[in-house]
């Protein structure tokens, strides 16, 4: 089976970042304010060795993102985070560190786990903060595996993927 990898949380907890960094591109656009990614976009993660070949590859599926309530202006982009998750096999569900636990992480958690994916809790933002205070308060979640990593500078993101392939 191919390792297809769905980035699903709240607008502005780096998901673009994080699959700008796993495909290398700049296809999907970062930006300090939400809802940029309406639809879901696609790219190409690999996993290279000590000398550059390439070891494994992946999907990446970068999401506009759910605010926990699926009605209105959100709609749109909900439905195609939930399309996305339907293609996925993995769900990396991302949420800001720096920010700390939200009621919509709440709301996106249960959704999530009616969706019967594998889904790991993605922490990002711990470039600041020391990542396991950080991974603490989101244990409450109730997902098992819980990463913390700092999308925009890389840290924590290959060791993560990593352990993500290894399950395939
Ligand atoms: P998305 O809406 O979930 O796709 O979030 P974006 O990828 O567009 O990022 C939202 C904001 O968070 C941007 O200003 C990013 O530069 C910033 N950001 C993303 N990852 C990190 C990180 O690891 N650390 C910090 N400090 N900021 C980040
Ligand atoms: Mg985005």
Known sequence: MKPVFALVGRPNVGKSTLFNRLTKSRDALVADFPGLTRDRKYGQGVLGTDNNEIERDY??????????????IDEYMANQTWLAVDEANTVLFMVDGREGLTPADHLVADRLRKAGKTVYLVVNKTDAVDPEQAKAEFYQLGFKDVFAIAAAHGRGVTSMIEKLLEKF
């Open 59 to 72: 999907l990446v599926i970068d999401t506009g993102g759910l605010s926990g309530d699926d009605a209105g």
